[in-house]
């Protein structure tokens, strides 16, 4: 019988202990590609959140089906049927974002987070759990690809969602928003939360 | 000329891992021995380069004549997957010494966003041709092989180093990749 404090401590884990990319180093090409502007972290992180949820609720509900043997390919097939819709909803809808986020959206299918908590969790327990690991996991995902996104815009644009914050021609470091500054800032968030996390 | 250009551009200027940000999981998870990342560099040549091709031909004679391009991703996704084992179990019985040295990669490269990465660029290129892919798929493999074989070579002498606590582990390699990007963004405007 699970309680409600281990459903607590379940989704808890997903954002803190267990956060995707700062403690497990989940996902790190989307959460270095896209993460130029707060904006298109948040897009990226919601688009994999989605992806994560309706899979691990499918992988929980078949799991039973499943020959064991051929449980990778099948899971894969489910994340590349609901990566195959946010594709299409967003190309249709958010055309803009669709553009931003170019081959990082197809890739989502390869982003070991999915597959990995389709693997390590919705494959062995049941749906209920599995709703909120996805939630959990996805939403810690959420906050680290927009915390990354924000720093990288403060820091490289001087602007945070859009809204500028300093004038017009004032210097900011350009490098933050180039490929280096998206190791360089991870590095430091990464360091900043291994301070709080793991007592070093 | 046009091939060289590809070339510079691919293992220099728009370096895959560096500039592009794919292929991170191996880039970080296999590069803590130079050994294993050539070992990891000559497995994801082989498999790069015969996905794109594969893929390519399938998407020009199959996913296009039907219809079917918004396919795309489950397609190719599955074709890498079933290419990996076939080609682990052809490499197993065609060439034992090759199998030892790639064997052990070659599971991981399914995950490796690289390889679906290339092959769904390749279809990107201008006036795209299956020699042009093909080379596309070649080119970035050595700009792969490339960073992961510097980055190894820089880790193994971090080891020794002293790094402040905090720093150690993820923190330190993320730097170092990060400065090894700062490095090839020299390269702009080669091309």
Known sequence: ?200 | MEYILILIAAVFVNNIVLAQFLGICPFFGVSNKVSTSVGMSGAVLFVMTIATVVTYLLHQYVLVPTGLVYLRTITFILVIAALVQMVEIMLKKVSPPLYQALGVFLPLITTNCAVLGVAILALGLENTSLLKATFFAISHSIGFALALILFASIREHLELATIPKGMKGVPINLLVAGLLSLAFLGFTGLV
């Open chain 1, 1 to 200: 019988m699970i309680t409600i404090i281990d459903q607590k401590q379940n989704f808890i884990k997903g954002i803190i202990k267990e956060n995707p990319v700062f403690v497990m180093l989940l996902g790190m090409c989307p959460t270095l590609g896209v993460t130029s502007s707060a904006f298109n972290g948040l897009g990226m992180g919601v688009a994999t959140l989605f992806v994560l949820l309706m899979s691990n609720i499918v992988v929980s509900l078949v799991k039973s089906q499943i020959p064991s043997k051929v449980r990778i390919p099948a899971f894969i097939i489910i994340i590349a049927s609901f990566v195959t819709i946010v594709e299409m909803v967003l190309e249709a809808f958010i055309p803009f974002l669709y553009e931003q986020l170019g081959i990082f959206i197809p890739l989502i299918v390869v982003n070991c987070l999915i597959l990995g908590r389709a693997e390590a969790f919705a494959s062995k327990h049941n749906l209920y759990s599995s709703i909120i690991d996805a939630l959990g996991m996805g939403i810690g995902f959420v906050l680290a690809l927009t915390l990354l996104g924000a720093t990288r815009e403060i820091l490289g644009n001087g602007s945070l969602f859009e809204l500028k914050f300093v004038s017009e021609n004032a210097n900011t470091f350009i490098l933050f928003i180039l490929p280096p500054g998206a190791f360089i800032a991870l590095a430091y968030l990464a360091a900043v939360f291994n301070k709080f996390t793991i007592k070093v």
